[in-house]
């Protein structure tokens, strides 16, 4: 089973079409900001639901309505739940969407208190593979273009509270990947249209789970 992970498309879904016809996946990913809703061309999007169901979670440049309304061909929403755990190709999937900010002046606002009782649902749901956030988790893949760390506390104390295998993350498109001391991995996806994307392989009999960054053709 090969997952393909796209982020940051800002617009460019042209990217992502082609990564995935680079890489046939089975299920495609995101961590979020597809595009503001001028940007977005729901036509493209619909094209890539065509080639694999697409499963992802909001950022901060993103048309909440359309992900809402977008469906995959066996009915099941694109947009993952906020806080919640979906089982996607045999594997327990859970996001945490938006940015993080001290109010909820914006649609795509997180604070402190919303990060943790997200997290805590999740938790509770039982053990997670892949979480997905668009922001990151402070010191783990979070250096931005220049060098400085991007990420919020909020977000290293979900990975925590949560304990994914794999942590997938987007929003400062500096691709990046950190692997903890337990093993378990963070991977900032960066900017699929730079040129970055992380592809997962899982065997679901041995439930083993390899993720790795790549290179495409940017543009």
């Not at 995959?72 to 993952?80: E, I, K, P």
């Not at 040129?195 to 993720?211: C, H, K, M, N, W």
Request: aromatic content about 4%.
């Amino acid at each position: 089973m090969r997952l393909l992970v796209v982020s940051d498309l800002h617009g460019n879904l042209e990217s992502a079409r082609r990564a995935c016809d680079r890489q046939h996946p089975d299920v495609i990913l995101s961590c979020g900001d597809w595009g503001d809703p001028e940007d977005v061309d729901e036509s493209l999007f619909r094209a890539l639901l065509a080639a694999a169901p697409v499963y992802t979670t909001f950022g901060n440049h993103d048309s909440l309505d359309l992900l809402a309304r977008l469906e995959n061909r066996d009915g099941s929403a694109v947009l993952l739940d906020q806080g919640g755990v979906r089982e996607v190709a045999g594997l327990r999937v859970a996001a945490i969407g938006g940015i993080w900010a001290k109010s909820h002046a914006k649609p795509h606002y997180v604070t402190d208190a919303d990060v943790a009782d997200a997290a805590a649902r999740i938790a509770r749901s039982g053990p997670v593979d892949i979480l997905i956030t668009h922001a990151c988790p402070v010191g783990l893949a979070d250096l931005t273009p220049a060098g400085r760390h991007g990420g919020q506390r909020c977000f290293l104390e979900a990975n925590k509270t949560i304990t994914p295998r794999l942590h997938l993350c987007g929003h400062l498109h500096v691709a990046q990947e950190r692997t903890l001391k337990d093993g378990r991995q963070v991977i900032n996806v960066g900017a699929t249209p730079e040129g970055s994307i992380a592809v997962v392989e899982f065997d679901p009999s041995q439930r083993t789970l390899l993720a790795r960054l790549e290179r495409i053709e940017p543009g």
